[in-house]
């Protein structure tokens, strides 16, 4: 398998611009999700690794071999598309060997009667007929070699369009949203038997989505964009606990991170009425970046409701509760601090929380909120960069 090296790549459409000078290195091995919203690029920078997109300038490598100015036959890599792309007239077997049979291409294929007796040939072949029996028993495609897709449900419908990147066997494999047509839990099955997959593989895997959950649970690392720029580069773990602007941090987790405007005084922090300690490592940021007024992120899950009044808390009521079987995501206005940055449809001073269980909290109650500073980090009020190294991992 083989690692990937960007070089300022960037991509325009006219005056468009769809990609703009991104420099990424993939290991060899890794599992790199592009993640972002629709339009960002992530698809159009998984086409032009593939070459099914020129490159406007820059470079990509594939195990130190430059492979931009390369067909797309000659990049050794496998695409599994969204919508599988599988030919409905071949059967399972048929779909699964049609890359080993077009490596033995030759013009008379076109012809009706020796190019059906040639690829029937092909196919029944030890060399390519035990590697089909192989790669469908590893997808438990077995029972179904001799079936046609229109027969086959989306779920095993995406395991054949797996197969037949599979039986390549590429340097790497290039996945554009592939479950996005199955129902939620089609899709968590699926994004098991890919990761599965990856391990048994060890192959070199970019896989495109939206969806965050697959990104934080299939991938090793993390490049996510906005506009054709990369916001950040990291492990699931890093993007998560340490978002390197207030885009990650609102991006990233359900619900996302919230935003409350503070002001640095001394040692500490105000919000609203209320005047927090800084730990040490948030202090030296905030001091370091002679910022005063600043935005402290914090998780839904760093967050305690107790009774209102409570000393040190930020006062609020509840806004509504939703139980969402092992835990209660909780709405809390606040009287006094102002949260940033609010998307639509969400209501500015309102911050999330979410407890385990089932809360009886109920609309309208009043409740302080206790914050855990060694979980939060520091945006600039003006930038949106963060300001801190974010929490230690431990």
């Known amino acids: 398998m083989a690692s990937i090296t960007l070089n300022h790549v960037a991509k325009h459409f006219g005056p468009k611009v769809a990609i703009a000078d991104i420099d990424l290195n993939v290991k060899d091995g890794e599992f790199l999700v592009l993640l972002g919203p629709s339009g960002c690029g992530k698809s159009t920078l998984l086409r032009m690794l593939a070459g099914l997109e020129t490159v406007t300038s820059g470079e990509i490598h594939v195990g130190g071999k430059r492979v931009d100015q390369l067909p797309p036959s000659a990049r050794d890599m496998a695409f599994v598309f ?71 449900s989306g779920g095993q419908r995406q395991r054949v369009a797996l197969g037949r990147a599979m039986v390549r066997q590429p340097e790497v494999f290039l996945m554009d949203e592939p479950l996005s047509n199955l129902d939620a839990k089609l899709r968590s099955a699926m994004r098991a038997e890919i990761t599965r997959l990856h391990q048994r593989v060890g192959g070199t895997f970019v896989y ?35 978002p390197a602007n207030t885009y990650v941090a609102r991006f990233i987790g359900t619900p996302p991170m919230n935003l409350i405007e503070g002001r640095i005084e001394g040692n500490a922090i105000r919000i609203g009425e209320a005047l927090l300690p800084l730990p040490a490592r948030l202090l030296a940021a905030a001091q370091a970046a002679k910022a005063p007024s600043v935005l402290l992120g914090i998780r839904p899950g760093a967050l ?6 409570a000393a040190g808390g930020l006062a609020g009521s509840v806004s509504f509760v939703e139980h969402v079987g092992a835990e209660s995501v909780i709405a809390v206005g606040l009287a006094q601090a102002r949260t940033a940055h609010p998307e639509e449809g969400e209501v500015p001073g309102e911050i999330m929380v979410t407890t385990s269980g089932y809360s009886e909290l109920a609309r309208g109650e009043a409740v302080s909120l206790s914050l855990d500073l060694s979980e939060t980090v520091l945006f600039s009020a003006e930038t949106g960069h963060r300001l801190d190294p974010g929490p230690a991992f431990g």
């Open 82 to 152: 969204q919508s599988y792309a599988l030919y409905p007239h071949m059967t399972v077997r048929r779909n699964i060997a049609f890359p080993l049979i077009m490596r033995q291409f030759k013009w008379w294929f076109h012809l009706p009667v020796i190019g059906g007796l040639a690829k029937r040939r092909i196919e029944r072949s030890p060399a390519v007929s035990d590697l089909v029996e192989k790669t469908a028993k590893t997808l438990s495609l077995t029972e179904m070699l001799d079936r046609y897709p229109r027969t086959l």
């Open 208 to 242: 495109v989505t939206h969806d965050q959950v697959e990104a934080m649970t299939m991938g090793t690392r993390i490049a996510l964009m906005r506009d054709g720029v990369i916001q950040q580069f990291g492990t699931p773990r890093e993007i998560y606990t340490s």
């Open 304 to 309: 305690a409701i107790g009774p209102a009044g």
